[in-house]
């Protein structure tokens, strides 16, 4: 704790905290001789007490007027709950199922309302968490800002619809699901959850930029990559010179390079989605240690209040007086 | 109408001015002195008849008698701050006024001397005849006097001007003084007759509140002591005041003073006529 006074010049005050010492502030009545009166501890030691309240009294209200604070500082806090922006990829490839299809009596559940079904379970067993939505296919869709309310998430969740259209472009996605974050206390783990089929490039400054901000607001990224069966893997270094058939590998490799906490997940099946949502709730479970930033607090309330109590007494003194008899 | 007590005293008196008092003084009275032959002492109006014929040398024989003498009368008051305490100056003028009015109406001489720091001559009165009693100037200002001397040490000074014969001195104070100072004063003092009379007030010791802060100041030190009054610190008070009561009376008793007069918050006249008949 570190202190400081807006105004320290009246701390010159407290020099009156000498006062008591010098003068009782009880009007003396005469008497006869010193010498008669006799040895009283009691009223020794009240007198000093009294002496003592009222110098204590006048040093806190001198304390006050000078309006201490305590200076803005950073308090360790153990986060429960965690920040979570599900980042949606709502491109027509998600239409399909696993196995690439989306028409025809074997084609399934399409990715996408695999995705849907196993986020909002994952939402629902999720009750601390603060929940974000973000869809993105050829531009991001701001659904929903950071919130608790369960029934607002489940039903941004179902907002993302079958009807996807439109490619993949995760840079100006990521930088509006990072935008969610801003201007928030850290609380807790902050996570952003991307589900996607595929990936694009991302330009070298938005990447820089991407990094910076992951960097800024202390966020875990996780991908869960929902990958078809002609899709590339994330691990497999391309083998030809074409970039298009390689930018899940070097998005993989990006993120990787973020600086911040990264797992991807390939998912090639339902069950597999499902794996590795358990796996990122487990990690989002890991409480988070951070850092608040506590403002200047102004400390002078604390003084009256000392004073007001230390004044008491002496009020209780001066109704105890008796200057006539 | 001025209070009066009246005094007596056990010595004879030396003055020759005639007064209420036995003397050694030889002279117009009735107490019986003596026979001495009619050459010692020519007064023939006094030949005793039964003295002449027994003398074996045939000697005319006369009676003497003693006369009543004067004796100076003196009021030594001690002004320091402490006597200006509830009515102490008020008792200290009605004491002097009631000695000199009794002065005067014995026939004796009255002399007042009051003392700070210094010898107060402008109150002080010198020793005469004073008719009618305290002159009503001096009798003024006394009343008026605001008692703030940090001492008494005139006190001692004032010991030369009270004369060579015997004197009946009053000693009024409060007797707030040191025990040697007022040793030394009591010693000096010997060659006359010393009342001390202690002026006192009740609210010194008897009237002090049972409860609550008081904040003491002592006009002659500056010394200052808060007090918290309770029920055990006023018998304490009390206790510390009729121990000094009793140390007066031993220190009195010790340096040839009488026995102590107290004046607790009001001159009473007749329990000082009481005092000196029964002392």
């Known amino acids: ?325 | 109408m001025i209070p009066e007590f009246h005094y007596r005293v056990r010595w004879r008196a030396s003055g020759a001015h005639p007064g209420r008092h036995a003397s050694h003084q030889t002279g117009g009275g009735y107490e019986f002195a003596g026979h001495v032959p009619l050459a010692t002492f020519p007064d023939p109006r006094n030949i005793d008849a039964h003295a002449t014929l027994n003398d074996p040398f045939g000697q005319l024989m006369v009676k003497t008698f003693r006369q009543r003498s004067a004796i100076p009368v003196f009021v030594l008051a001690d002004l320091s701050a402490s006597m200006n305490f509830a009515g102490k100056p008020q008792m200290l003028a009605e004491l002097a006024a009631a000695a000199a009015y009794s002065a005067y109406r014995s026939g004796d001489p009255f002399g007042l001397i009051v003392c700070g720091e210094a010898i107060r001559w402008d109150l002080s009165l010198p020793l005469r005849w004073h008719k009618g009693g305290l002159p009503s100037d001096t009798a003024e200002s006394l009343a008026k006097i605001r008692p703030s001397s940090r001492n008494a040490s005139a006190l001692g000074e004032a010991i030369p001007h009270l004369g060579r014969g015997k004197a009946l001195v009053l000693l009024v104070s409060d007797f707030h003084l040191d025990d040697s100072f007022l040793e030394i004063l009591l010693d000096a003092l010997r060659p006359h007759d010393v009342v001390p009379v202690a002026v006192w007030s009740p609210a010194e010791y008897e009237s002090l509140p049972d409860w609550g802060l008081i904040h003491l100041r002592d006009p002659e030190t500056g010394r200052q002591r808060r007090l918290f009054m309770r029920p055990s610190l006023k018998l304490r008070f009390r206790e510390t005041f009729r121990a000094r009561r009793e140390r007066l009376i031993e220190l009195a008793a010790r340096h040839g003073a009488r026995e102590p007069f107290f004046l607790e918050g009001r001159f009473d006249a007749e329990a000082l006529t009481r005092y000196f008949y029964e002392t």
């Open chain 1, 1 to 325: 704790m570190s202190f400081g006074f807006a105004s320290p010049w009246w701390l010159l005050l407290a020099a009156g905290a000498l006062l008591p010492w010098l003068r009782s502030g009880q009007p003396t009545a005469d008497y006869s001789s010193a010498t008669m009166i006799p040895e009283d501890r009691l009223s020794a030691a009240l007198d000093r007490g009294l002496r003592a309240f009222a110098s204590l009294a006048l040093l806190a209200l001198a304390a006050g007027v000078a309006r201490p604070y305590a200076l803005e500082q950073w308090e360790e806090r153990l986060g429960t709950g965690a920040h979570i922006v599900l980042l949606m990829d709502r491109s027509s490839s998600m239409n399909e199922n696993f196995s690439g299809r989306y028409l025809g009596g074997t084609s399934g559940e399409s990715k996408n309302a695999v995705a849907r079904r196993l986020l909002a379970d994952f939402v629902q067993r999720r009750s601390d968490d603060l929940f974000a939505m973000v869809g993105f296919s050829a531009a991001p869709r701001y659904v929903m800002p950071l919130t608790q309310d369960r029934e607002a998430v489940l039903a941004a969740i179902d907002s993302i619809g079958d009807r996807g259209h439109g490619i993949t472009n995760i840079a100006p996605g990521l930088a509006m699901a990072l935008d969610f974050f801003n201007g928030k206390p850290v609380t807790g783990a902050r996570i952003v959850l991307l589900v996607s089929d595929g990936a694009t490039r991302i330009e070298d400054e938005s990447q820089d930029l991407l990094r910076q901000w992951f960097q800024d607001n202390q966020a875990r990224l996780h991908w869960i990559y929902l990958r078809s069966k002609n899709s590339a893997a994330l691990g497999r270094a391309p083998t030809g010179s074409s970039e298009n058939a390689s930018s899940e590998y070097l998005l993989h490799q990006y993120f990787q390079s973020l600086g911040v906490p990264y797992t991807a997940y390939e998912a090639e099946n339902p069950q597999a989605v499902e794996d590795a949502i358990a796996d990122v709730e487990r990690l989002a479970n890991q409480p988070l240690r951070y850092f608040e930033k506590i403002p200047k607090q102004d400390l002078s309330g604390v003084f009256y209040a000392l004073a007001l109590t230390l004044l008491f007494p002496l009020l209780a003194a001066k109704s105890l007086e008796v200057r006539r008899w």
